[in-house]
């Protein structure tokens, strides 16, 4: 009887025992190669299989070089990369796999799972590495080859043969924290209609191709990008909205620095549905070709309740530049921007000289352009405050070089259906501010500094109702005896 007892006392101990899964796998356990040579693509998306059929865990890559093809993130399943592995990407464009709502491709790819992380382990966490110039130029040469159909503008590849180095579509609750990305053959990481993100002190180092925004956020819905450095040849923190039926809303970026060879802090191009409820706080730009922060609506979506405090920006090309299009001739909307505790010096050279992959030179004639808040006759942008703003400029608008004066204000295109940038209307007339077809304006605490003297008037204000400029200062070498703004309609 006592025996009997004990039997199943061991019996029920080794079940329980056999239920007790360990919660950490490490990768060698499933014979995936560190050697940096051996294609671990199958190896490795076995193991998340298995973890993610045993209810959930953490696949660890210990030091090493572990190359691979597409991979896919399961619901619950962990991937940790400790400091001194690196994860890289397959130089041959057929080793990767698409998603099937999109049709994009990527390095590691997850779709419509939940409970996904991916973060690294010992002080500055593992890497992921895109090799994205040898795959990018691969990518080309298989067109040369005649195995891939693409125009070929530039002798570059388009966007939708370069792989992504990771996109989540259609994920909850998703954690990526401490990991480097870097050398992408397109854009870097991907986050589209994705609920509840989480992403802390992941840097991105990725100017290795073109297109290479280094975060987009699209259409996501609860996103908090924290504690990060991106330094991009496109656009660094990029948010989006693909889908008329979706919005990119309730997100927050904060703590982060950005560097890129186009805008710093974008929300667009493409805005079908639209932003909403956007929090960007206490942030860094710095050698960057276009604008520090840029706001456009110009694909028939909304765009509203944004607030942008403490943006510091040093060495950009422009500093504010809020912009309504009708690119698909739809009305788009904007309302409710707050610009605050801005500090910004406009670069009077290419602020990314010397860098890989440098934004174009700009057709001329074009002297330094001034911030943007420009709407349409039709839609115009509504209830903008700017406060406790300091952007210092090149000055040294030359009129002998490139002239529009205060009375050619009707000459500066409308541009509804143009790419928005912040050089679209060319020449303008103001080297501070020029305000456009806004409807509720604020402007309080606002210094402009002019390091040499421009011919144009700092502020310019046309067609704005119900506006309110208090505490304006304006510094220009021998332009006292110039009005600071000029107001019509």
Same mark, same amino acid.
């Given at each position: =009887? ?35 040579? %051996?294609?671990? *693509? ?5 193991? $998340? ?28 399943? %962990? ?22 709502? %999109? ?62 180095? #990771? ?26 209609? +994705? ?52 919005? +990119? ?6 703590? +982060? ?22 929090? $960007? ?32 920006? %040093? ?26 505790? =801005? ?21 001329? !004639?074009?002297?330094?352009?001034? +911030? ?43 541009? !509804? ?8 209307? =060319?020449?303008? !007339? ?10 509720? #304006? ?8 002019? #390091? ?18 208090? *505490? #304006? ?17």
């Amino acid at each position: =009887m006592k025996r009997t007892i004990l039997t199943l006392l061991l019996i029920a101990s080794l079940q329980a025992l056999a239920q007790e899964k360990p919660k950490y796998y490490n990768a060698s356990l499933f014979g995936i190669r560190s050697d940096g040579v %051996t294609m671990n *693509t199958r190896s490795i998306q076995y193991a $998340i299989d298995w973890i993610a059929e045993q209810g959930g865990g953490t696949l660890r890559f210990w030091v090493g070089r572990y190359l691979t093809g597409s991979i896919h993130l399961k619901s619950n399943v %962990t991937i940790e990369l400790v400091e001194g592995a690196v994860l890289v990407g397959s130089t041959n464009p057929f080793d990767y796999d698409r998603l099937e709502a %999109t049709n994009d491709h990527a390095l590691i790819l997850a779709e419509g799972v939940e409970n996904i992380r991916l973060i690294g382990y010992y002080n500055s966490g593992g890497v992921i590495d895109g090799q994205g110039r040898e795959l990018g130029n691969n990518c080309t040469d298989l067109v040369h080859k005649g195995l891939l159909n693409d125009r070929l503008s530039n002798d570059r590849v388009g966007e939708s043969f370069r792989p992504r180095l #990771l996109i989540f579509r259609e994920c909850k609750n998703v954690e990526v924290d401490n990991v480097t990305f870097r050398n992408a053959a397109n854009w870097v990481t991907m986050y589209d209609q +994705c609920e509840n993100v989480k992403v802390n002190n992941v840097r991105i180092q990725s100017t290795a191709f073109w297109n290479n925004d280094g975060i987009d956020i699209v259409d996501c819905n609860g996103f908090l990008l924290t504690n990060s450095y991106i330094n991009s040849s496109d656009d660094a923190i990029c948010l989006k909205s693909h889908s008329a039926k979706k919005l +990119c809303q309730n997100i927050e970026v904060r703590n +982060c620095t950005a560097r890129s060879s186009a805008s710093g802090i974008k929300f667009g191009t493409m805005g079908a549905g639209g932003f909403k409820n956007v929090k $960007i706080i206490n942030n860094t730009v710095y050698d960057t070709y276009r604008s520090a922060i840029t706001i456009q609506s110009v694909d028939g979506g909304i765009c509203e309740d944004i607030v942008v405090d403490s943006l510091h920006a %040093t060495n950009v090309g422009n500093a504010i530049y809020l912009n309504i299009g009708a690119r698909r001739d739809k009305q788009s909307f904007m309302q409710n921007i707050t610009i605050r505790n =801005m500090v910004c010096e406009v670069a009077a050279n290419k602020p990314d000289a010397g860098y890989e992959y440098e934004g174009p030179i700009e057709d001329l !004639p074009r002297n330094i352009s001034p +911030c943007g808040i420009i709407g349409l006759k039709d839609s115009k942008i509504k209830n903008v405050t700017l406060e406790n703003i300091d952007i210092t400029f090149p000055g040294g608008g030359d009129p002998n070089y490139a002239h529009r004066g205060l009375d050619e204000l009707d000459k500066v295109p409308e541009m !509804p259906k143009a790419y928005p940038e912040f050089s679209q209307h =060319m020449e303008l !007339p103001a080297w501070g501010f020029y305000v456009r077809h806004v409807d509720g #304006l604020v402007m309080k605490g606002i210094k402009l500094t002019a #390091l040499e003297k421009d011919y144009r008037t700092a502020v310019v204000i046309d067609d704005v109702k119900n506006h309110e400029i208090s *505490t #304006l200062q304006v510094y220009e070498p021998n332009g006292d005896k110039k009005d600071a703004i000029f107001v019509r309609n």
